[in-house]
């Protein structure tokens, strides 16, 4: 049904008369009601259930204040009010896009120094990753076979580092690759090469093992 507002001449279709209604007795040209004399007392009467109360800000620690109700002052802590004393104060955690490329340029020809990755790397040492379930295995075939070795051995060739899943004295080199190695976008078979050639110059023999073979992994080639 279409509908006409007697007040702001209005043709609506209200699916219910109630609706219509309504807008009549909301009307902002109906003058029968005084609208800002009523917003008026609502916002007066809010005025008076609130009061101005300090506190310190969790950052900085200096004084705001806030006008709160009771109710509001006491449930402070869980509610969503302000409690930080400015915005930029709340923010300041947060790095701007200026601040992150000018920390990017800083760290960017920075090198580690080699004894805190020797330390790094040595905390490591002789330990099996809990979530690397083809190590364990390996291990427990070597300790079945009474064959002495270090897990996650840590190298140092010409200043630089290498970490090694496997050990075996005098020069034995064993790594354990997953399927991550041998994909054709991944760049860690180069990578892969250039490390086997650089132990290989250096006295080493390098074995590496598959997932998928450790299963059908022979330990009688270690002996040998």
């Known amino acids: 049904m279409i509908y006409i507002c007697k007040y702001c001449k209005e043709k609506k279709d209200y699916k219910k008369h109630q609706l219509f209604a309504c807008h009549v007795r909301h009307c902002k040209q109906n003058y029968n009601i005084d609208f800002i004399n009523i917003q008026k007392k609502i916002n007066d009467k809010r005025a008076k259930l609130k009061k101005e109360y300090t506190?310190?800000?969790?950052?900085?620690?200096k004084e705001y204040k806030l006008s709160l109700t009771e109710y509001a002052f006491k449930n402070f802590e869980k509610g969503r009010h302000q409690k930080?004393?400015?915005q930029t104060c709340a923010n300041s955690h947060i790095q701007t896009k200026k601040?992150?490329?000018t920390r990017s340029k800083k760290l960017k020809g920075r090198k580690i120094p080699i004894n805190i990755v020797?330390?790094?790397l040595k905390g490591q040492e002789n330990t099996i990753k809990k979530h690397c379930k083809h190590e364990l295995k390996f291990a427990t075939m070597l300790d079945n076979n009474n064959i002495k070795y270090t897990a996650q051995k840590f190298i140092d060739?010409?200043?630089?580092h290498y970490m090694i899943d496997f050990f075996i004295?005098?020069?034995?080199?064993?790594?354990i690759d997953g399927k991550y190695h041998y994909t054709t976008k991944n760049h860690l078979i180069d990578d892969d090469k250039i490390r086997d050639n650089i132990l290989i110059n250096n006295g080493y023999n390098v074995i590496r093992i598959k997932n998928k073979d450790i299963e059908k992994f022979n330990v009688t080639k270690i002996h040998q």
């Not at 506190?55 to 620690?61: A, D, L, Q, S």
């Not at 060739?157 to 630089?160: P, Q, S, V």
């Open 55 to 61: 506190f310190n800000c969790r950052k900085c620690k």
């Open 84 to 86: 930080h004393c400015t």
């Open 99 to 101: 601040q992150n490329k």
């Open 118 to 120: 020797k330390k790094a």
């Open 157 to 160: 060739l010409n200043n630089k």
């Open 169 to 175: 004295e005098p020069n034995i080199l064993i790594e």
